[in-house]
């Protein structure tokens, strides 16, 4: 077990949360500032820690008296002694999870045990204020605890180099893989951009045209735009990552026109959707294909947890996305009020895209704040869609579960007899213990829609 060091006299760089103390085995961890929900910005918490053998933990709210807590995902099960103003739990393994305290979601404290990653040998940096001479190809370059700020905002990675975070470290900047082949960006550190505005439009971090990345364990909170846009790319992991966003367009992971992808173990929460799947957009061209989301918890504060389809090459008649799967996910919020940006799983394809096989499996949505749970149509999106999508088809839904009620019945639909849904398949998919053909709407140019 270790708990990050406090780095919080640096008076540059300050995000300390007081609304929670948090003691792991007895020590007090540093909790951290994070902003949340773009409809009225608010600050909550967020505290994280290695773990590799049981830990128990203390949680005190000082400054509220705390009626009632919960600990969110409800499918982990974490049990919890209440005295005092206080909770106490064990754990045995790592888990990402929201603890919330007299229902409130938005003050809540974000919680992450995180597996340890073992610091590597390589040059070790000081904090500082740098520039991209730290990142040598061939080498690994390690920032040590405390704050980095990158001098011109973004650090550039070059072929066959790794970046190492460690636990306590804190890179304010953003980090961009652009045409580079075999990059790690890893460790339990954190990628802090609350301090850029939003008008930047940075990432936490960019992967342009690039091949072999892997991104492991690091936090990125408050980017002024996608925590992590993926366009142009092949062969990318991205695991255990955890993010936070406020703005608008703050999207979580975004993909365009990239193939063969695993996304694992991650938490995102997200002022837009959590993970959008799209063809060709602004200088990226072609298909997105072969792309894995699994062990995950989503929480989208604006827009969709999923969402695909939307944007696409229309010039030259559409992209594919296609076997795409969703597996083992919880979704802890989905809150959008607009019409067409519903849907906890959004299939909305324009520009001339085709989505199939499309799989969502394993899946344990929780009561969200206003939304649909399944939005399936070809369509064409005044604001970005020049003409509408082609088809949607091979579509399943399987083992389901939404325990709370639906704010808007779930939806599928075509657009003409050239537009076309079909074969959409749902098995053992329900809301509130009823069966989601109870509330769900079918409408023309529909084929084959099968409830098992």
């Known amino acids: 077990m270790s708990v990050y060091p406090l780095y919080c006299c640096d008076s540059n760089f300050n995000d300390e949360s ?93 919680l992450f045990a995180q597996a340890p990653i073992k610091r590597p040998n390589g040059n070790e940096v000081s904090p500082g204020i740098h520039g991209d001479d730290i990142i040598v190809s061939g080498k690994t370059t390690v920032l040590l605890p405390g704050v980095h700020f990158i001098g011109g905002c973004t650090l550039r990675m070059k072929d066959n180099s790794a970046l190492y975070i460690s636990g306590g470290a804190v890179l304010v900047g953003s980090i961009e893989c652009k045409n580079v082949n075999n990059v790690k960006i890893y460790g339990n550190g954190m990628i802090n951009l609350h301090q850029y505005p939003h008008f930047s439009c940075l990432h936490g971090i960019s992967l342009e045209h690039s091949n072999g990345i892997c991104v492991d364990g690091i936090s990125i909170v408050n980017p002024p735009h996608y925590s992590v846009a993926v366009g142009g790319c092949e062969n990318v992991d991205i695991k255990n990552i955890k993010c936070f966003s406020c703005e608008g367009w703050s999207d979580g992971i975004d993909i365009m026109s990239s193939k063969n992808m695993v996304i694992d173990g991650i938490f995102m929460r997200n002022s837009d959707d959590c993970i959008a799947i799209y063809g060709s957009r602004w200088d990226f061209y072609g298909d997105s294909r072969n792309i894995t989301v699994k062990n995950s918890v989503l929480w989208a504060d604006v827009a969709h947890p999923t969402n695909i389809g939307c944007h696409g090459d229309y010039k030259r008649g559409g992209d594919v996305i296609e076997d795409v799967v969703f597996e083992n996910i919880d979704v802890l919020n989905h809150h959008e009020p607009q019409d067409d940006y519903t849907g906890v799983f959004a299939i909305n394809v324009g520009d001339g895209n085709t989505a199939r096989n499309i799989y969502y499996k394993d899946i344990r949505v929780e009561q969200y704040q206003c939304g649909r749970l399944i939005d399936i149509r070809v369509c064409q999106n005044p604001t970005y869609n020049p003409i509408p999508g082609k088809a949607i088809y091979n579509v399943f839904f399987e083992n389901i579960s939404y325990s709370g009620f639906g704010e808007m019945p779930s939806r599928i639909s075509g657009l003409s007899d050239e537009n076309r849904v079909y074969d959409i398949c749902f098995e053992n998919v329900t809301e509130h213990g009823r069966d989601i053909r109870e509330n769900i709407l079918i409408g023309e140019y529909t084929d084959n829609i099968v409830f098992k």
């Open 18 to 110: 007081r609304d929670f103390i948090v003691r792991v085995n007895g020590e007090e961890a540093f909790v951290h500032r994070v902003y949340v929900d773009m409809h009225c910005v608010q600050a909550a918490s967020m505290v994280a820690f290695d773990l590799d053998k049981e830990t128990e933990v203390e949680i005190e709210c000082p400054f509220t008296y705390a009626w009632r807590y919960k600990i969110r995902p409800e499918s982990l099960n974490v049990k919890f002694d209440y005295s005092n103003r206080k909770i106490k739990f064990k754990l045995n393994k790592p888990v990402n999870i929201s603890i919330e305290v007299n229902d409130d979601i938005v003050h809540n404290l974000h």
